[in-house]
């Protein structure tokens, strides 16, 4: 039977040691069918073929993105992006355009509001955002998506001006006139802002709660949420992604891209957790989480691991690190927020664990991971140990012995290049706010845990930057040299294409099927418009994705 598709005259970047190159390949019926030189494949070709000319081009597995939020990215495409915008006046400038254009929302909503918006040291408060609007509510995400800062209209319409009681590792930041000062640390802190959405708040309640909405979603609301997701899924495969692991999950969230799997609008496969909060009962585990984990077993969507949060970010002084934070963050011996009390998170992940569930969890400072090391440690003695792959998320901050342990206990190291100060995307030079001098040894340390043994994948945290691959990879090929003080953490070009592709697909349990080109494996492929091995590093980003191809169908095309 003829081949569907045929890639053609490229430069296959296979990640398969039996065959590490070749020229093309074939796929039929969602499968890699052959591999080999032009002339062995294309004689292959029938009429109804379709022949993809890689024009010399790399050609790799699909692109997986192992950390996404994919219901608030898709939905912040449409919100007002204030990346790079600085002071007041330009504030100004950006969002009062907006809100006239949007008459009809309840919130004008930002993202990508930087810490330092206005200026080094200086926290945005509810008075200077009612210079901005003080006729409607206005509210501005961070990029790290862990702080909110809202004007006074927002804060009395969702009952906040006063204060009151939040989530353990939360907080609603008070002023000095006992009214809320407009910054709102962590969700249990800022989810009623986000009910104000044009989603309702839909597109994170898998990240603020893990419940499905209360009450449950009309037909017209599914079928909105259902339109964003699609639009993001189109987004990610224009970046040749064809898998992702999202980081917040709830049952609402798996139905919607369940059904749009059903209606063929399904671009990308899709991974998504049961999220297990701090002041969750441990009997949530027991009883919710295998019976969402049963129910969604597919190819294109599935449920396997569990998401938990040991602290916040550096950033707003919440992460959980060894020392008290330098300066202003440290004041009065700051070493950030307990998410969850360590005797409560060692009980979850000895059980989630026990049930079989690979384990993801966000940790920032280097108490946080010392903290969610011990416990996955834990989980081990308590259950034995075995294949699990259980995962953390981010490590900005490791202290040096604890690199090792990494590696002799099989905890995957899951990082995101354009996060770190030398990655091209936030503005370097903040970092003395946060970190101690002999701190900055363990900060960002890609090249020090893969040097050490332990297994390194590569993801976006998308929407914090965006979901594009290319400039990903450059933070980890390429990353800004800050100084002496700061250890080189350059990853090379193969190791960072193959933590996005091979070892996404082997930490997801799915080294057999996914992650390499090879006759057998699913048909997940990207097509580049370089020769990626003959760019420069610091060029890497002219390169782009000419085709996608997602379970043997063309996801997204374009033209060189």
């Known amino acids: 039977m003829p081949p569907d598709i045929i890639i053609h005259n490229g430069v296959l970047m296979t990640f398969d040691d039996a065959r590490p190159s070749a020229q093309a390949l074939a796929i039929a019926d969602g499968q890699i069918t052959a591999l080999g030189s032009d002339a062995d494949v294309l004689a292959l070709a029938g009429d109804a073929t379709i022949r993809i000319n890689a024009h010399g081009g790399t050609v790799l597995p699909g692109f997986i993105d192992s950390h996404v939020h994919l219901f608030g990215g898709s939905v912040e495409l449409d919100c007002l992006d204030l990346y790079g915008v600085e002071g007041l006046d330009a504030m100004c400038a950006a969002i009062r355009p907006y809100a006239e254009a949007n008459p009809g929302d309840d919130l004008v909503f930002c993202v990508m509001a930087d810490y330092g918006i206005l200026g080094t040291g200086k926290t945005p408060t509810r008075q200077d955002l009612d210079q901005i609007l003080s006729d409607r509510p206005l509210a501005m995400f961070a990029p790290d998506h862990h702080t909110i800062w809202a004007n006074t209209a927002a804060l009395e319409t969702t009952g906040l001006l006063p204060g009151g009681t939040v989530d353990a590792g939360s907080e609603i930041v008070m002023g000095d006139d006992g009214l809320a000062s407009g910054e709102l640390l962590e ?34 609301q599914r079928t909105m949420d259902k339109d964003v997701l699609a639009r993001g899924l189109a987004h990610c495969a224009a970046q040749g992604i064809t898998g992702l692991h999202l980081m917040d999950g709830n049952t609402y969230q798996l139905e919607l891209l369940s059904e749009l799997e059903a209606e063929g609008r399904l671009l990308c496969r899709c991974h998504v957790p049961f ?40 950033e707003s002084g919440t992460a959980l690190m060894l020392e008290p934070y330098p300066g202003a963050l440290g004041a ?140 990903n990879i450059r933070a980890a090929i390429a990353p800004l040299d800050l100084g002496p003080e700061w250890v080189d953490q350059s990853q090379s070009l193969e190791e960072t294409l193959a933590s996005y592709t091979r070892d996404n697909a ?49 996801t997204y095309q374009r033209d060189r």
């Not at 969700?187 to 499905?212: F, N």
């Not at 969402?292 to 602290?311: A, E, L, N, T, Y």
């Not at 202290?399 to 090792?404: S, T």
């Not at 342990?405 to 903040?430: E, K, N, Y």
């Open 506 to 554: 082997w930490v997801e349990f799915n080294e057999r099927n996914k992650g390499k080109l090879k006759v057998g494996m699913l048909a997940d492929v990207v097509v580049m418009s370089h020769d990626l091995t003959t760019l420069a590093a610091e060029e890497i980003t002219t390169a782009f994705a000419c085709v996608t191809i997602c379970d043997g169908q063309i």
């Open 332 to 471: 009065n011996g700051n070493t950030g927020d307990e998410v969850f009390t360590q005797d409560h998170f060692v009980a979850c992940c000895i059980e989630a664990d026990r049930l079989g569930f690979q384990i993801a969890v966000h940790a920032v400072g280097d108490a946080g991971v010392r903290r969610t090391i011990d416990a996955f440690e834990a989980a081990q003695h308590h259950n034995g140990r075995r294949d699990s792959r259980h995962r953390i998320e981010h490590i900005e901050v490791i202290h040096p012995d604890d690199i090792p342990r990494l590696a002799d206990l099989g905890i995957v190291a899951s990082l995101q290049p354009g996060h770190a100060p030398t990655g091209h995307f936030f503005p370097p030079g903040s970092e003395d706010q946060y970190l101690h001098p002999h701190q900055i040894a363990g900060a960002f340390a890609w090249q020090s845990i893969r040097k050490a043994g332990a297994r390194v994948i590569f993801s976006t945290d998308w929407p914090v930057i965006p979901v594009d691959v290319m400039p």
């Open 275 to 314: 999220h297990m909060k701090g002041t969750d009962p441990l009997e949530r585990l027991t009883t919710e989480a295998p019976v969402m984990r049963d129910r969604f077993q597919g190819d294109m969507v599935r449920c396997s691991h569990v998401k938990m949060f040991i602290d916040g970010v550096m």
């Open 187 to 220: 969700p249990g802190a800022y989810s009623p802002i986000l009910a104000l959405t044009r989603h309702g708040g839909r597109e994170m309640l898998g990240l603020t709660t893990g419940k499905d909405p209360v009450p449950p979603a009309t037909l017209a």
